[in-house]
């Protein structure tokens, strides 16, 4: 089998749904094997609506709704599993990477290449989101020694072998971009157009910034507790040295007070950072799946559905009362 499965998260993109369509045929409808692959992420519009429609129009689309909303991430895990074709590309429903710009990265796959990401010029986001993802990768990359491509997101095409691989192993870390380069994968990054929403609202928050970051840097690391226990040790040996210079008065009350405060904060730091990293195992233990399955026009695991595949019955009513003859 060949041909390309083209994988669009969504999230109340009722707005947006027919115009990602349009712009997926339009652009990639020469490939033989074309598949549209929509993950709806329990989505509160008329979403799912909208996908049901095509796919009874277009053969080629599938989709897949959630239960509930589980976040990008689950929906990104959906989507390689399912994916019916051998190469996949990750598109987001607003467009802001045109599905024209696939081709590039196709090319470049051909080269031999498991993944290939895409890397935004002239980035459209604000200068808050465009710093703090640069940011973010420098610091993994240059502090932490974690590999990780700069720049790259969440637009790629993959092998879909590999992303099955990426996405099924055993831990609750959603960061697709480090996990590449960690389990070996080969790949590269190419430069992108980005072009700005058509319609609908940005799912953009701050919070998920800064979580994409931890999820970064204490995910893939264990500098950072490396690091904390070298200034612990040190802190120590300059608290007790303190505390010898003060029982004998060397030292002001002061002094020793203020060497207190800072003991102090370096604690709570300290269990801060170690909280982190013990919520990270936590998720990479948690009993629940990453999502269920409500409602799909392809075959799917009974595990990934939220009635496990049990046909749907309606509930008993009353029995009916028989009249007696008079």
Not at 51 to 68: G, M, N, P, Q, T
Not at 221 to 228: E, K, Q, V
Not at 300 to 310: A, I, K, R, S, Y
Request: glycine share 10%.
């Amino acid at each position: 089998m060949s041909g390309l499965t083209a994988i669009v998260p969504c999230y109340n993109e009722g707005e947006q749904v027919d115009v990602a369509y349009g712009s997926v045929c339009a652009a990639l409808s020469d490939i033989d094997g074309l598949e549209l692959l929509f993950i709806d992420d329990g989505s509160r519009d008329d979403t799912l609506d909208r996908i049901r429609a095509l796919a009874e129009k277009d053969s080629r689309v599938h989709y897949l709704s959630f239960a509930r909303n589980f976040g990008l991430a689950a929906a990104v895990t959906a989507g390689f599993r399912y994916a019916g074709r051998p190469w996949s590309v990750q598109l987001d429903a607003d467009l802001q990477f045109p599905a024209a710009e696939t081709w590039p990265l196709l090319e470049t796959a051909a080269r031999g290449y498991d993944v290939v990401f895409g890397v935004r010029r002239d980035r459209r986001d604000s200068w808050v989101r465009r710093t703090g993802a640069a940011m973010t990768h420098r610091v993994a990359r240059g502090l932490l020694g974690i590999e990780v491509p700069q720049g790259a997101s969440s637009f790629r095409v993959v092998r879909t072998a590999v992303g099955r691989t990426i996405v099924n192993l055993p831990t609750g870390n959603s960061h697709f971009v480090a996990k590449a380069p960690q389990i070996g994968a080969r790949y590269t990054s190419v430069p992108v157009a980005h072009a700005p929403r058509t319609a609908g609202r940005s799912k953009f928050r701050f919070g998920r910034l800064a979580g994409d970051a931890f999820e970064l840097l204490f995910g893939f690391s264990w500098r950072p507790l490396n690091m904390l226990y070298g200034l612990a040790a040190s802190v120590f040996s300059v608290a007790l040295a303190l505390a010898v210079l003060g029982a004998i008065g060397v030292v002001s009350a002061m002094t020793m007070l203020v060497a207190a405060l800072l003991v102090g904060a370096l604690g709570m730091g300290s269990v801060a950072l170690v909280g982190r990293y013990l919520h990270r195992r936590m998720l990479d233990v948690r009993p629940c799946r990453a999502y269920y399955i409500r409602e799909s026009n392809i075959a799917v695991l009974p595990e990934d559905l939220l009635d496990q595949g049990e046909p749907a019955v309606p509930p008993p009513g009353r029995r009916p009362t028989l009249e007696v003859a008079s």
